[in-house]
């Protein structure tokens, strides 16, 4: 019986979950973004830049885990 390779799992999983993730969290921060300029239409300039600052970072963490994927893809560290 043919072993059972997991890595291609694994990497699906550590793009996958931080995608999903990134994704709501920036629909979320979209939301109140739009929310907050409704509510106070002079403060859009400073709630604007704040909310690229805080995507900017929630998109980092995603690019990071599918760099990491990626690299566990095409070099596998667990090899035997």
């Given at each position: 019986?043919?072993?059972?390779?997991?890595?291609?799992l694994?990497?699906?999983?550590?793009?996958?979950?931080?995608?999903?993730?990134?994704?709501?969290?920036?629909?979320?921060?979209?939301?109140?973004?739009?929310?907050?300029?409704?509510?106070?239409?002079?403060?859009?300039?400073?709630?604007?830049?704040?909310?690229?600052?805080?995507?900017?970072v929630?998109?980092?963490?995603?690019?990071?885990?599918?760099?990491?994927?990626?690299?566990?893809?095409?070099?596998?560290?667990?090899?035997?």
């Amino acid at each position: 019986m043919p072993a059972f390779d997991v890595l291609p799992l694994a990497v699906a999983l550590l793009i996958g979950i931080p995608a999903f993730g990134s994704c709501l969290g920036i629909g979320l921060a979209s939301m109140k973004l739009l929310e907050g300029m409704a509510r106070q239409p002079e403060l859009a300039p400073a709630l604007q830049t704040k909310f690229f600052l805080a995507v900017g970072v929630t998109d980092g963490a995603f690019i990071i885990a599918t760099g990491v994927g990626l690299w566990f893809a095409t070099a596998n560290p667990f090899a035997h």
